[in-house]
C-alpha cells in the first residue's frame, strides 16, 4: 500500500527550544514509519517578519542540526530549504491568483502576529503567508500536515486555493489535511502560554543541564506559595506542567506534595531540570556529533534538495500543462 504523503516545516530562528520539540518535532519523529516524509526549513517565510538575513543560513543549519538530533532519520524523510527550489516561488504566484486580498485580511493567526509584533504596516509578502505556505505544501501533493493550533487557518486557506485551482483547471492536487500536535504547547519561564524564543523565556534543546538548572531556577511558580510548607497549586504551575512532559512517573507525588507543603519549590525546580536534563541527554550526544560533522547534515541537505526538487518539478510539469503553459 502507498504511504501518505506528510508535508511540514518550520520558520528557521535558530536553535530549537523544547516547546519545539513537545509541539512538533516529536510528532514528526513518530509519523516517519508510516508516512513518506517531506520537512520544509521555511527560509522564505522568515523574511515576512525580518529582513535581517546575516544568520540565516547558519540559523537554517542549526535548526537542521536540532532535528535530526531530535531522531528524524534522514534515510525515511527528505529535508530541504524552500528557498533552493524554485518552484515554491512560482506555485506561489500561481496561487495568488487563486485567494482574494480580503480573504487573507481575515486571517486570524496574521491578525495575531501583527499585535504581538506591533505591526503597523503589513507587507504584501506576509499578507500572501499562507499563499507561499499552500504553495509548500502543494507542490508536493502533500495530504496531512502536522502543525500546532495556530496553523490550523493556513491548512484551511490551502485547502481553498486547491479547490479552486482544481475546479478551474481539474485535479492536479489533494486537499491537505491538518493533524493536531497531541499535547498542548509548553508555557514559557515567565509563566507566559508559549515558550518562545522571542520572548526570551525558553530552555533550548542544546542547552547544557547547567543552564536547564539555571533557567529553571529563575522560573515563576505559584505567587501564593512563598516558603515551602506553605500549600501551593499545581493546577497554575508552570514547573507542574514540566513535570507532566518530563517525569511523567513522579507526577502524582509532585502533585500531593505540592498541595500539602511538603515539597518546596527549590526542590521541586531541581527534580524537574534533572528530568529534563536526562529526556535529552541522546540529544545532546547527537547533538555534538552533528556539531563536529557539519559535512554531513550538509549531505543530508543537499540530498533532500536534490530529491525535493525532483518531485516539485513534476508537479510544476503538470500545472503548465493544465494551464496552457508549455
Ligand atoms: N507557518 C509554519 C509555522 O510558522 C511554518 C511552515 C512554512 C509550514 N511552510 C509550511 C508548516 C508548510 C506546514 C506546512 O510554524
Known amino acids: 500500500m502507498n504511504k501518505k504523503r506528510i508535508l511540514s516545516g518550520m520558520r528557521p530562528t535558530g536553535k530549537l527550544h523544547i516547546g519545539h520539540y513537545v509541539g512538533a518535532l516529536e510528532n514528526w519523529i513518530s509519523l516517519q514509519e508510516n508516512y513518506e516524509c517531506f520537512f520544509l526549513i ?20 542549526q535548526m537542521l542540526i536540532d ?22 516561488a512560482e506555485l506561489f504566484l500561481i496561487f495568488s491568483m487563486f485567494i482574494t486580498s480580503s480573504r487573507l485580511e481575515r486571517n486570524p493567526t496574521l491578525k495575531e502576529q501583527v499585535r504581538d509584533l506591533n505591526i503597523d504596516n503589513v507587507i504584501y509578502g506576509h499578507l500572501g503567508y499562507p499563499v507561499l505556505q499552500a504553495a509548500d505544501i502543494l507542490l508536493y501533493k502533500g495530504e496531512i500536515v502536522p502543525v500546532g493550533e495556530d496553523q ?9 486555493i486547491a479547490r479552486r485551482f482544481n475546479s478551474q483547471y481539474g485535479i492536479v492536487f489533494p486537499e491537505p489535511e491538518p493533524m493536531l500536535t497531541k499535547f498542548a504547547r509548553l508555557p ?22 547547567d543552564e536547564i538548572k539555571a533557567k529553571v531556577k529563575k522560573a515563576v511558580t505559584d505567587p501564593n506559595k512563598i516558603r515551602k510548607g506553605d500549600p501551593g497549586n499545581p493546577d497554575i504551575c508552570l514547573i507542574y506542567s514540566y513535570h507532566k512532559k518530563f517525569n511523567e512517573s513522579e507526577t502524582d507525588e509532585i502533585y500531593q506534595n505540592c498541595k500539602s507543603g511538603v515539597l518546596g519549590c527549590v526542590d521541586c525546580k531541581m527534580k524537574c531540570s534533572l528530568k529534563i536534563s536526562e529526556y535529552f541527554s541522546d540529544f545532546r550526544e547527537k547533538r555534538s556529533f552533528y556539531e563536529n560533522n557539519q559535512q554531513e547534515v550538509l549531505e543530508i541537505l543537499l540530498h533532500g534538495e536534490q530529491e525535493a526538487r525532483k518531485v516539485a518539478e513534476k508537479t510544476m510539469d503538470e500545472v503548465h500543462k493544465k494551464m496552457n503553459l508549455g
Do not use: C
Open 42 to 61: 521555511a527560509d522564505y517565510h522568515v523574511l515576512t517578519t525580518d529582513l535581517n538575513t546575516k544568520d540565516i543560513y547558519d540559523n537554517s543549519i
Open 67 to 88: 532535528w535530526l538530533s531530535s531522531g528524524l532519520d534522514p534515510k525515511k524523510v527528505l529535508v530541504f530549504r524552500q528557498s533552493q527550489i524554485k518552484q515554491h
Open 152 to 160: 490550523i487557518p493556513h491548512i484551511e486557506i490551502s485547502r481553498e
Open 188 to 209: 514559557g519561564l515567565d509563566g507566559n502560554a508559549k515558550m518562545s524564543k522571542s520572548l526570551n523565556n525558553s530552555i533550548l534543546l542544546s542547552d547544557t543541564p
